[in-house]
């Protein structure tokens, strides 16, 4: 299991977007943070939780959704480049080759969605602090930023997995995002339940309808059962 992990991680690192992808994302929420709290302390801009939206909303709903993308794009990307048949001749136990992979983008969502908080927060109270004003971020908000951004990431590895295909991967997650504002119109606050709607009460964002707590396990369970079906197929699957 230790050889799958590394070797996961060495693919990682001979790719340039192994490294610009989690840079990015870092400088995004940094800026995104800087951008929105520039007028801090006028009368829309002073509470705890109109502070802080920013500063989770980039290290937190930027990050967990790209990330899903990044690494649903290598997980199918296997198959495009046809390297899967010889990993899994590598390594025939295919089950352990997909949790290899979960615990790769697992670890790598989790340092990702860190420093781009630490980076988020950095820059917000060099902003606030001279007015006096506080994010008010909790141990609550920081759970729900990490585990956010390490469950989508493991959405994307299981969506690539199952599908196979680059484009029809991200299509699936960001038609995901596009069918949920739809539904939204129709089935009112059940939506709250769907994968990008239980971002907004796990990053603690204005409009949530229900708890952390609820949100947490409702997308464990989602990401849980899509790493099921993954598992599933790629142990059926012929991939000659």
């Known amino acids: ?113 860190a420093v781009a908080l630490l980076a988020s927060v950095a820059v917000a109270q060099a902003l606030i602090s001279s007015k006096h004003l506080s994010l008010g971020l909790s141990a609550g908000v920081v759970a729900g930023v990490l585990l956010s951004v390490m469950l989508f990431t493991s959405l994307g590895v299981s969506v690539g997995v199952i599908t196979r295909n680059q484009p029809a991967a991200v299509v699936v997650l960001v038609g995901t995002f596009v069918a949920e504002k739809i539904l939204d119109t129709f089935i009112g606050h059940a939506g709250a339940f769907l994968p990008f709607g239980l971002l907004d009460p796990l990053l603690g964002l204005s409009g949530a309808t229900i708890s952390r707590g609820a949100a947490a396990v409702t997308l ?3 990401a849980a059962g899509l790493v099921l079906l993954a598992g599933l197929l790629l142990s059926r699957r012929d991939v000659t």
């Open 220 to 222: 464990t369970a989602i």
């Open 1 to 113: 299991m230790s050889a799958r992990i590394r070797a996961e991680f060495l693919g990682l690192r001979t790719l340039r977007s192994g490294y610009v992808v989690p840079m990015s994302l870092v400088a995004l929420s940094a800026v995104i943070a800087g951008l929105s709290l520039a007028d801090a302390g006028t009368p829309s801009l002073r509470t705890p939780a109109q502070l802080r939206e920013p500063v989770v909303a980039g290290a937190g709903l930027l990050t967990a959704v790209a990330l899903s993308i990044f690494a649903a794009l290598l997980a199918a990307g296997h198959w495009r480049h046809r390297t899967i048949t010889h990993r899994l001749l590598a390594s025939p136990r295919r089950q352990q080759t997909l949790a290899a992979a979960l615990l790769t983008y697992g670890v790598l969502s989790l340092a990702v969605a």
